[in-house]
């Protein structure tokens, strides 16, 4: 089992920035690759950001490119989604999640097996 937990979320403005957390435990040492996921009200739950455990090699949704920076600190187990220059439509739950797959960085909410609680952001305009 692993627990994941968000943190970081909250009310921002247009242009603004967060940083968002999120605490691996649990059997971590089966951490493969962890991505960052958002859904907006009325709308599928949709890719944002992913990290390769070990390597620590990035993919990133192109609505973010260039304005989101994912990173993951290994001995402390967390993952983090810097967010800048953020805008209205950034505005959703945010949720991390694990995926036991370690080829690419997986997509698809299918392919995650464990997914955080969600952290709201808010972006006002």
């Known amino acids: 089992q692993v627990q994941l937990v968000e943190s970081g979320g909250g009310l921002v403005q247009t242009g603004g920035s967060l940083r968002l957390s999120c605490a691996a435990s649990?059997?971590?040492?089966?951490?493969?690759?962890m991505g960052w996921f958002r859904q907006a009200p009325g709308k599928e739950r949709e890719f944002v950001a992913g990290?390769?455990?070990?390597?620590?090699?990035?993919y990133y949704a192109d609505s973010v490119k260039g304005r989101f920076t994912i990173s993951r600190d290994n001995a402390k187990n967390t993952m983090y989604l810097q967010m800048n220059s953020l805008k209205p439509e950034d505005t959703a739950v945010y949720y991390c999640?694990?995926?036991?797959?370690?080829?690419?960085?997986?997509?698809?909410?299918?392919?995650?097996?464990?997914w955080g609680q969600g952290t709201q952001v808010t972006v006002s305009s």
């Open positions: 999640a694990r995926t036991p797959t370690t080829i690419i960085i997986p997509t698809m909410t299918r392919d995650y097996d464990y």
């Open positions: 649990g059997r971590t040492f089966t951490v493969y690759s």
């Open positions: 990290i390769k455990w070990r390597s620590g090699s990035t």
